[in-house]
């Protein structure tokens, strides 16, 4: 009986451990699915920034860039340079064949002698010796008008006493006439000699030596056409025709770049156009990790409809031979915000009601409206609803509800 009892004894001690062994596993069991259903989040820690550093990419252009050609058709009689030569300005570059265009500069430059001449002597008036022998003339004619006038008063005293006819008395009038006309002709004719230089006359040679100058000037344009000379100090990119090869108005014959400086052209959305103003520093970075400061020199006033962005420009001063046209570069630029915190952008959810963060407050994150400002890059700036020290769930919004436990990875 005793061993009876010693035996149920001994099972239900190890049915009652059995058991207990069991609520242990379950219990372990539930504390395991309690802890994998509570989401684990990356979170960000509000801090305030005084400034931050933005990057943008562009693409360099040199500072100018032009083709040339000459401003008439002819045939290149010289070309003096060759890619990669480095000219200056004004600097003869090719010519065209101007034998044609010489010779008719030179007749021009001799009608305007011939004119400055013509105009030289109406200036200066009658000569000596042509005042004298209007003056003979003028005698000549006063000596003839008195002869005249004394025949015609000896013929009326004939007339009337009937030795000569009504005809003959009409004929020494008409004489006397003629002669009295003929000294006024002299008269005039001497006393215009008299005053020097007609008006008139310096008149029409001050237009002669006037049109002479201006088919001069057309003439040495028409030459200076024919010559190709450097707008700027440049280097000479390329050569596309050659010499004895005919060409004209408008047809390229080189292209010259300034390498004095370069242009790094921005194309910038509105959320960051606010960031650039003129003389604005930039540091541009080329690809093999040079890097040299620039100054915003350009600003576009409205937005290009075909990028949907404003042009901006950024010129670099200097030599330096790692820059080359069409090489994409980085723009590092200095912002400040307005007075509001940075956060990433990925940590600002848009409802229906207005912009929101998840705050993480004991392991619980809640649902915050905030107000936003401006775009920085990757970065909302905050300007109500949080403060510095709060921390706010980075990413993955969706993820989370308000109210819910969630677990901190690394911030």
């Known amino acids: 009986m005793k061993k009876w009892i010693g035996l149920s004894l001994a099972a239900l001690l190890i049915a009652g451990c059995e058991k207990l062994e069991k609520s242990v596993e379950n219990l372990k069991r539930l504390q395991e699915e309690s802890v994998i259903k509570v989401k684990t989040v990356k979170a960000y820690t509000v801090e305030q920034h005084d400034g931050m550093t933005q990057e943008i990419a562009g693409v360099v252009a040199p500072l100018k860039e032009l083709p040339l050609s000459f401003g008439r058709s002819g045939r290149i009689a010289n070309i003096f340079v060759k890619k990669g030569s480095v000219v200056k300005q004004g600097e003869t570059l090719a010519t065209l064949d101007t034998s044609v265009w010489q010779q008719e500069v030179n007749a021009a430059q001799g ?21 004298e022998a209007q003056k003979i003339q003028l005698e000549k004619a006063r000596q003839t008008a008195a002869q005249a006038a004394e025949e015609h008063a000896r013929g009326k005293l004939l007339y ?34 008299l005053k020097g230089a007609d008006k008139l006359d310096v008149e029409e040679a001050n237009a002669e030596v006037q049109q002479a100058r201006v088919q001069l000037e057309r003439a040495r344009q028409e030459a200076a056409d024919a010559v190709l000379k450097a707008p700027f100090s440049g280097v000479v990119a390329s050569i596309s025709q050659a010499e004895s090869e005919q060409t004209g108005p408008g047809s390229e014959v080189m292209r010259l770049v300034d390498t004095s400086g370069w242009l790094v ?46 042009p901006v420009e950024v010129t670099i001063n200097g030599r330096e031979h790692v820059w080359k046209g069409g090489m994409t570069v980085t723009c590092r630029y200095q912002v400040k915000p307005s007075g509001g915190v940075l956060v990433p952008a990925s940590s600002v959810g848009i409802s229906e009601e207005s912009h929101y963060v998840m705050v993480i407050e004991e392991n619980t994150v809640r649902k915050t409206p905030v107000k936003v400002g401006n775009v920085y890059g990757p970065h909302y700036e905050v300007l109500e609803g949080l403060k510095p020290g709060d921390m706010i769930v980075s990413s993955g919004l969706s993820y989370v509800a308000d109210g819910e436990v969630v677990k901190v990875a690394d911030e």
């Open 265 to 310: 052209k921005l194309q910038v959305t509105g959320e960051q156009i606010s960031n650039f103003a003129v003389g604005k520093t930039v540091t541009v970075k080329a690809p093999d990790g040079t890097e040299t400061e620039g100054t915003v020199s350009f600003v576009a006033p409205v937005i290009d409809a075909g990028t949907g962005t404003y």
């Open 160 to 193: 009337a006493n009937g030795a000569i006819s009504k005809e003959e008395l009409d004929s020494l009038a008409l004489r006397e006439r003629q002669a009295k006309l003929d000294l006024e002709e002299k008269q005039i004719r001497y006393d215009n000699l």
């Open 111 to 131: 009608q305007v002698a011939s004119a400055a001449i013509r105009r030289a002597k109406a200036l200066q008036g009658p000569e000596q010796h042509e005042v």
